[in-house]
């Protein structure tokens, strides 16, 4: 059985006009294996946020379910961990003790030395030392993401879900922070999945990379590979052969379904539910 898995997941939404509810996305099943960077792409509506809100336990699927190491994973839980786009920090409280909340709650066990020991690795490994005592308004977007990040890993959780982290953030600090994550992630080996709009990034950090038909009804059409080998970094992983491949796939989709809500494109499921597993290394599409 895979590390985490999303078990025939259905969701309803209630619709505003008082007609029948409206499904968002339909049977979605993923396995993810234990220590892998799995990302999601789909258009706005199709339900990546709030897939990922429910793997969460911050909204509930109307049919099917997350198993998470074997156990249903029903409800929030230290477990995992959510980066949010909007930075989701206290405001009162310093950078220290924003990560200090998290770590406390996850090891009441801990004395206060260790606990802030393992705060203060955290914050060098996100390269805040020096701002442990300011508060989120004396921050810049991208100094906030990386208190958010901090708090997330330093808690040690088996999954990090990642819900579009940078999208507020500018394009240079973006890189600059994304590559930040790359040495978190090969430090710990978490597992993650991450929902985001760019392309480009979902490459850049992926394992694989799981698209997403528009909803209503959407569903995970595609299984792509990120063909390209660790380690990897912004200026190196366009030189590789299969940057392009796979990088003009994924747009390829994403514009078929941006033009035509209802149909299946050529690199589409041929059985509407099973998602085609694409890899570069074979130049096929194998279906799984």
Known sequence: MAFLQIDHMTKFFPSHSGGSPVCIFKDVTIKIEKGEFVTTIGHSGCGKSTLLNIIAGLESATEGGVILNGREAAGPGLDRMVVFQNFALMPWMTVFDNIRLAVRAAYPDWDREKIAAHVHKYIALVGLKGAETKRPTALSGGMKQRVGLARAFAIEPKVLLLDEPFAQIDALTRGVIQE???????????????VTHDVDEAILLSDRILLMTNGPGARIAENVIVTIPRPRARVTVIEHPHYYKIRNHIIHFLVEHAKHDDVEVASGASDGKSPRVVDFEKESLILR
């Open 180 to 194: 930040e994550l790359i040495q978190m992630w090969n430090a710990t080996r978490n597992t993650v999945f991450m």
